[in-house]
T-cell receptor, first 116, second 110 residues
């Protein structure tokens, strides 16, 4: 168990709908990262927050948004869902804003999103 | 932005043999290179990492080498075991943002 908690574990929704994925980082971690992993694909970095502020942005669609709350949990909002958004969404956390030796990122178990 | 290429995409070895996975990156400013192991349906887990001021790092049967000049780094697994079977991802990190390779599916045959 990495200490990073993600809910829900599985979600099935229809095209055009909106969903929210939730992440609680490890205790004491200030950074939260979101990644998307499509079937048989690698990990695509979406966005990073550090202590409530957006820190880095990757290939995140405009239909997607995220935020980190004062209690450090984070939510990833996916709207106007398309079939191609079906993927495993990982949240990860680390204690400091810059990844590096001694600042490992720990992944949660992921949220499986299926858009039908 | 950073671009990471990982090879091979699949690798099959006999138990006890060595496995080598290679990655190249494009941005010479990248300074941290972790490797993750992901078992089917599970989360990626860090197995070893190296920073740009180090050429090689070893942890038991796993080693990573980095060639900054050529902008490539490799994962070496010796004395492979069936439990090493998984997808392995490399990543190059710049300013806190990690760009991942597409992964290598390693199968270790008993």
């Amino acid at each position: 168990d990495s200490g990073v908690t993600q809910t829900p574990k599985h979600l099935i929704t229809a095209t055009g709908q909106r969903v929210t994925l939730r992440c609680s980082p490890r205790s004491g971690d200030l950074s939260v990262y979101w990644y998307q992993q499509s079937l048989d694909q690698g990990l695509q970095f979406l966005i990073q927050y550090y202590n409530g502020e957006e820190r880095a942005k990757g290939n995140i669609l405009e239909r997607f948004s995220a935020q980190q709350f004062p209690d450090l949990h984070s939510e990833l909002n996916l709207s106007s869902l398309e079939l191609g958004d079906s993927a495993l969404y990982f949240c990860a956390s680390s204690i400091r804003p810059m990844t590096g030796v001694g600042n490992t990122i720990y992944f949660g178990e992921g949220s499986w999103l299926t858009v039908v | 932005g950073e671009n990471v290429e990982q090879h091979p995409s699949t690798l099959s070895v006999q138990e006890g043999d060595s496995a080598v996975i290679k990655c190249t990156y494009s941005d010479s400013a990248s300074n941290y290179f972790p490797w993750y192991k992901q078992e089917l349906g599970k989360r990626p887990q860090l197995i070893i990492d190296i920073r740009s001021n180090v050429g090689e790092k070893k942890d038991q049967r796993i080693a990573v080498t980095l060639n900054k000049t050529a902008k490539h780094f490799s994962l070496h697994i010796t004395e492979t075991q069936p439990e090493d079977s998984a997808v392995y991802f490399c990543a190059a990190t710049l300013a806190g943002k990690s760009t991942f390779g597409d992964g290598t599916t390693l199968t270790v045959k008993p």
